[in-house]
């Protein structure tokens, strides 16, 4: 085989190569162009830009309601410099109002996870954090009697 032979043999691969792109950038066009994405209007772009900037200004008020200096005062310390750490314990559940309630709670922010029948809510270095699921779980879920614990590592 010759050297020209070769370089012809490149060059014919090479615009093999080129033409198959192009068929693959062709289609993967071709596919945006029929889903919603490609319908995307200025005015469309606009309001969801302002409904994005509202729940961005809801969010900031309700992280200004909390003084987060003065809960950062409550977190406790171990001897050993590890911060102590608190969860929620809730027993004699249902498997179906067990998952009802990790949704809700998983909706709201809060860490959940259950062991052995029991489910947990935490494990947070702040008590705080933890009345707020206290005060959720007793309008939402009528549960009264639960208490704060200390999580043992």
Do not use: H
């Amino acid at each position: 085989m010759t050297l020209r032979e070769t370089v012809k043999y490149i060059l014919g691969l090479l615009i093999i190569a080129t033409i198959s792109y192009v068929i693959f950038v062709s289609y993967n066009a071709y596919q945006f162009f029929q889903t919603d994405q490609a319908l995307l209007s200025e005015s469309l772009y606009k309001k969801q830009v302002e409904v994005f900037e509202n729940d961005l200004s809801a969010i900031e008020s309700k992280f200004n309601e909390t003084n987060y200096y003065d809960s950062s005062k409550a977190i406790n310390l171990n001897f050993d410099g590890t911060p102590k750490t608190w969860v929620v314990k809730i027993t004699a559940l249902s498997d179906e109002a067990m998952i009802q309630i990790k949704d809700v709670l998983f909706n709201q922010g809060f860490l959940t996870f259950s062991e052995d029948g029991v489910l947990y809510i935490g494990p947070y270095i702040d008590r705080s954090q933890l009345d707020f699921a206290l005060e959720l779980l007793g309008t939402d879920f009528d549960l009264d009697d639960l208490q704060i614990l200390e999580w043992k590592i």
